[in-house]
């Protein structure tokens, strides 16, 4: 994904876009405060900065929290795997502590302890298993609304998605019976048990993510940018050397300059080879890339054409 831009390139190009972008997020972002129980879920990942920065323009929010009697309406929910990059967990408390919002964790590791989810081996990923977990929290906070940074360019099921994406009585989404959202109407009736999945960054792409960043100056975990780090590649993909995912027998361990183009659990995210240390560079990169940043990262969606669809189904993000 690094072929070479001219930065003739970079001069010529645009960001006027992002103004109508940022505009309607916020709209959206306004709209769900009018539900009873909303949340934003926040993993402390790209996306989710951005969201929290429009959200922090949407009701009045500096960065540090202040700004009159303005706060984000609504609590902040991360569902844990256990298995996730410290650098991002870590972060994550930080901005949110920065906030002064309201964060809540809750963990796959204790709906282990409560046997509602059952590995198949030590060593499979938990990814998956997260939406138990989710569907928990639901129910345990009778969330009517949870607000994601989840974008249609990201993978083909995403695509086909709504704004405000309706969920049954069992979290799960159908995409056959989705609501028709013309001229920015959205239809928010909900029975007994049943919630919305709100996406405002839906129409957003990964290089308009990146030009937000670089002209907002958000902050992000460092493993975003340029960084050494021990890989073994397998099947095209540069697996990071951790305890959870070790080199095989016959795997060569090598050191490289990589970066993540998103995070998630480490037993299925992968960093790129890249050189990019700051948002700007990291523009030139998205620019030049012929692959989707799930394509070139995400162990779990080889799995099949339709793995996040089939996951969508059952409740998944």
Not at 152 to 160: Q, T, V
Not at 194 to 206: A, G, Q
Not at 254 to 266: E, H, K, L, N, S
């Amino acid at each position: 994904m690094n072929a070479r831009v001219e930065p003739q390139l970079l001069t010529r190009l645009s960001s006027s876009h992002l103004d109508a972008l940022e505009e309607e997020a916020i709209f959206v972002l306004r709209e769900v405060a009018a539900f009873e129980r909303p949340t934003l879920l926040f993993s402390g990942g790209k996306d989710s900065l951005v969201l929290l920065r429009c959200a922090e323009k949407a009701f009045g929010v500096n960065g540090d929290g202040t700004f009159g009697s303005g706060r984000i309406p609504y609590p902040l929910l991360m569902i844990d795997t256990g298995h996730n990059f410290p650098e991002v967990t870590d972060f994550r408390d930080r901005r949110a502590a920065e906030l002064k919002a309201d964060l809540i964790v809750r963990s796959v590791e204790d709906s282990m302890r409560r046997g509602t989810v059952r590995l198949a081996h030590p060593g499979e990923s938990r990814n998956v298993h997260q939406s138990v977990t989710l569907l928990e929290a639901i129910e345990e906070f009778r969330f009517d609304a949870l607000i994601g940074g989840a974008r249609r360019d990201e993978e083909k099921a995403r695509a086909k998605e709504r704004v405000f994406s309706h969920r049954d009585s069992f979290g799960q989404w159908q995409p056959k019976a989705q609501r028709p959202e013309l001229w920015t109407l959205f239809n928010t009736r909900l029975q007994p048990g049943e919630h919305f999945r709100v996406f405002p960054i839906s129409n957003w792409t990964e290089l308009d993510v990146w030009q937000y960043i670089e002209r907002e100056n958000i902050a992000l975990p460092s493993i975003y940018y340029a960084h050494q780090r021990q890989v073994i590649e397998r099947k095209g993909l540069l697996v990071p050397v951790t305890e959870l995912t070790p080199p095989r027998e016959g795997e060569q361990v090598v050191t490289r300059t990589v970066r993540f183009r998103t995070v998630g659990d480490i037993t299925c995210t992968c960093p790129v080879a890249s050189p990019a240390a700051n948002a700007s560079e990291v523009v030139a990169e998205t620019i030049a890339a012929d692959v989707s940043e799930r394509g070139a990262t995400r162990m779990d969606d080889k799995t099949s054409d339709a793995s996040m669809e089939k996951r969508k189904k059952e409740g998944y993000f």
